[in-house]
């Protein structure tokens, strides 16, 4: 099976402040980015990494058709930087492809074996976790909606589509205009189902200034233990 990973990372994090995109933040002496890509290159199915970064990073980025991890330049939107590096990669006889967030470094190896064989047999595949607080819509600084979350997941990634879903998918939203805030809520739209597999806690993204923390701690308990999941 040939896999392509395709993570979009040309966001600037204006949640995280600072001048630098908490992609490209240190932890543990690497790029949050760089713990990503590495967490994938394990994989031996893992034919190619597709790295979307802004046009700015790119030019200064050394490259090599023969590397397996590649960047091309992304986009204002998630979406658009997905569809630059799906496009950028090319039809290279990709079975599957997996889209992942550049700040996700603690995705278990075994949810993306998961994601991989649920996206073969059924088209599409989305880790998720059950959302177990109460959910309230407030408006005017009062709660105006209790909603009932027993249906309700948080989305994480790799989201995994075979290559020839996915890429219809894209061209889909782009013809019609459609963005999303992910490439499976985007896929169920268009009438794709799209497998549900267990999600993990520990698969947070790193979006504040705190889960930097927390990562650094997670990433200096996996050193002493000399083993990731």
Sequence with gaps: MRIL?????AGSGTRFGGDIPKQFRPLQGKPVLQHVVERFLVHEDVARIMVAVTEKLLTVVAQNESDRVRFTAGGETRLDSVMSAFTAAGDDGYDIVAVHDAVRPFFFDATFIEAVSTAAEFG?????IPIIDTLHAVR??????TFDVSSLVLAQTPQCFRYEVLRDVLYKAAAEHERGTDE???AARFGVKVKLIPGDPMNF???HPDDLAVAEAIMARWGQQGAQP
């Design 184 to 186: 499976a809520g985007l």
């Design 140 to 145: 005017n600084e009062f709660i105006d909606t």
């Design 5 to 9: 990973v395709v993570i979009p990372a």
């Design 124 to 128: 599409a595949a989305m880790p998720g």
């Design 205 to 207: 993204k790193i979006t």
